[in-house]
């Protein structure tokens, strides 16, 4: 894991998140791109050039919050773009040949009940970028015990895997699969070939109705540090992909959870 990007909003957590990317990053080596999306909407008629108004205080917001990190070895670049939010971040990830997006549940001060908000729901739903929450307020330590949750273990794209590869390799982990058998169940869905079977240290199976559900089921025997999920419009948050808004009571992670990008 070379390079990681870390999405900064306005919320009162920013600088939190910040110092875990920051640690995060340390662990690994690795580059730290800390950015800002905006947007210009003018009014008809009006003459006002604002864009270098908003990019220059975008970026003094950004190096404010930089400042006061414990930057340790960790290259940090500050950038800001304009334009839309997901087609920026995937064409920024693209030319910065980022490997994961550290993002924080909620970008903007909203209300409790949410644990995904609009930005970062959008992030997470929209994109097929490797992403990790990290819950608010959280700091950062070495993620030695991983619950991998899947309703499929069926696995047709490459590279997929990467993310949770690196984290095990970093940090030794122990890597727990859980199948959880929904009734989307396919042949073939608990079928765990080559790759996974050598990444996993365990192997158990339940039956939910949905794979949240098994992970709650499984969640104080197993004791993880992180939890990795795989995104699909049918898959872990279920009908919770219609928005990108998520409540609490819908999901909730006391600790970080690693979002793959879909394994078929």
């Known amino acids: ?28 080596g ?5 950015v800002q999306v905006y947007n210009v909407y003018t009014k008809a008629g009006t003459m006002l050039k604002v864009d270098d108004i908003i990019e220059r205080e975008s970026k003094a917001y950004l190096s404010n919050l930089v400042s006061q990190l414990d930057t340790k070895n960790v290259e940090v670049v ?21 490997d994961l997006i550290i993002v924080e549940p909620r970008t903007t001060s909203i209300s409790d009940e949410v644990y995904l908000g609009k930005t970062s729901g959008k992030i997470i739903k929209q994109t097929q970028i ?18 991998f949750a899947v309703k499929s273990a069926i696995i047709k794209k490459e590279d ?42 365990s192997t158990s199976e339940t039956v939910n109705a949905t794979t949240y559900q098994g992970v709650l089921e499984h969640f104080q ?4 540090d992180m939890l990795c999920v795989v995104r699909r419009k049918r898959g872990f948050f279920v009908k919770a992909w219609e928005k990108n808004i998520i409540l609490k009571k819908e999901f909730y992670s006391s600790i970080p959870v690693l979002v793959l990008s879909g394994l078929k």
């Open 30 to 34: 690795a580059k730290l791109y800390v």
């Open 160 to 201: 997929v895997l990467n993310p949770l590869k690196s984290v095990k390799e970093q940090f030794k982990s122990a890597v727990n699969l859980l199948l959880v058998k929904t009734p989307f169940y396919g042949e073939g869905d608990f079928v765990v070939n080559e790759e996974l079977s050598a990444l996993v240290d």
């Open 1 to 28: 894991m070379k390079n990681i990007l870390v999405p900064v909003g306005s919320s009162s957590n920013a600088l939190s998140n910040l110092q875990y990317a920051v640690d995060f990053a340390d662990a690994f």
């Open 78 to 98: 500050i950038k800001t773009f304009k334009g839309k939010l997901i087609d920026t971040l995937e064409l920024a990830c693209k030319v910065g040949d980022i």
């Open 221 to 224: 025997a197993n004791q993880p």
């Open 130 to 147: 490797p992403a990790l929450i990290v819950p608010e307020g959280y700091t950062f330590k070495p993620l030695s015990n991983v619950l």
